[in-house]
């Protein structure tokens, strides 16, 4: 089971982090990931991390202001948002697949997800 937490209503150009406890399994065993949805638009992929090698996606509306992370000892997963903009409104989910790879120019595809948190709002105001 992964929960989500932190999200909320924050203003535009401050800080937010989002965390995501895995509770049945170590997290690091699979590949884990951030996904978003805002309303009307489909889910979207922000954030990965591999299980072999670390390696870490991006995608290019959020390079350079988020950052994903893993705590080993908590089994848990972050995703800390700096100078958010209000694009970055959506429901927020984090997501676990055996299906992992290196995260250089992508993420494993969203399908392969398998186990999903229940999603954290995240609001930001201009």
């Known amino acids: 089971q992964l929960v989500e937490s932190g999200g909320g209503l924050v203003q535009s150009g401050t800080?937010?982090?989002l965390s995501c406890v895995a509770s049945?399994?170590?997290l690091d065993y699979y590949a884990n990931g951030w996904f978003r949805q805002?309303?009307?638009k489909e889910r979207e992929q922000v954030s990965c991390v591999s299980a072999s090698d670390g390696s870490i996606y991006y995608a290019a509306s959020?390079?350079?202001r988020f950052?994903?992370?893993r705590d080993i000892a908590t089994n848990t997963l972050y995703l800390q948002m700096n100078n958010v903009k209000p694009e970055d409104t959506g429901v927020y989910y984090c997501a676990d697949t055996d299906y992992d790879g290196r995260y250089t120019g992508s993420c494993t595809p969203q399908i392969?997800?398998?186990a999903w948190?229940?999603?954290t709002q995240v609001t930001v105001s201009s």
Do not use: D
């Open 15 to 17: 800080s937010l982090t």
């Open 24 to 26: 049945e399994w170590t």
């Open 38 to 40: 805002a309303p009307g």
């Open 62 to 64: 959020v390079k350079g």
């Open 67 to 69: 950052t994903i992370s």
């Open 112 to 114: 392969l997800f398998t």
């Open 117 to 119: 948190g229940q999603g």
